[in-house]
């Protein structure tokens, strides 16, 4: 097929993007450019002013685009709860509910021994020290339900024992989840944290 090595390399960049494969990227390269004045150039001017602006939070991991998030300068939400992510996708997941009014930390990984990872290459440390330096009542463990995730919830949960409660997010059986359909370590871990009706 003959087109540019720019179109080329542009469709081989987006086919990098999560979810997009090779053909998912020519099609939308494609749309971008037939509308170009709409999308193309709008896209590349916000890219570039993003690629410039936004930075991690120093205190919490978010990425926004500047150095202190507005979720961490916000002292409404100092309330003394500190909800654990493994990323910041996990973080923006949690602000869509609008369900949690304190603030977060971003680990930015979970533990793996297998991959090398410990508790310094991830920001455990820097949780420790939010628990001490902000006076933190309440960690809310909101890890993902993998090996990785537990083992490193169970790590935190040792680190900050007698500090701090330590709670996790309940596991089981989703909103309008039917028996069949599930695995089972969900249906066991539903069944574990089963309560009284």
């Known amino acids: 097929m003959a087109q540019s090595h720019d179109i080329d390399q542009l469709i ?3 086919a990098k993007l ?3 494969g090779p053909r998912s990227a020519r099609r939308a390269v494609l749309h971008m450019i037939r509308k170009r004045a709409l999308l193309l150039t709008p896209l ?3 890219m570039k002013r993003v690629g410039d602006t936004a930075r991690e939070c120093l205190n919490c991991g978010n990425i926004e685009t500047s150095d202190i998030c507005s979720i961490c300068n916000d002292e409404g939400r ?3 709860e500190i909800c654990v992510v ?3 996708a996990d973080l923006w997941a949690m602000e869509r509910a609008n369900v949690f009014k304190g603030r977060y930390h971003v680990l930015g990984g979970t533990l793996s021994a297998l991959d090398g990872v410990g508790p310094d290459d991830i920001r ?3 949780l420790t020290d939010r628990v001490t330096t902000e006076n933190v009542t309440e960690v809310i463990l909101a890890l993902n339900a993998t090996i990785d ?3 490193t919830a169970h790590y935190i949960a040792d680190q900050l024992e007698h500090r701090v409660s330590v709670t996790s997010l309940a596991k089981g059986v989703p909103v309008g989840g039917e028996l069949d359909y599930l695995d089972d370590g969900t249906i066991s871990a539903a069944l574990s944290a089963r309560r009284k009706v």
């Open 78 to 80: 100092a309330n003394g």
């Open 149 to 151: 995730g537990q083992t």
């Open 124 to 126: 455990i440390p820097k």
């Open 18 to 20: 999560p979810g997009l």
């Open 86 to 88: 493994e990323d910041v």
């Open 12 to 14: 081989a960049m987006m």
């Open 44 to 46: 590349a001017d916000q």
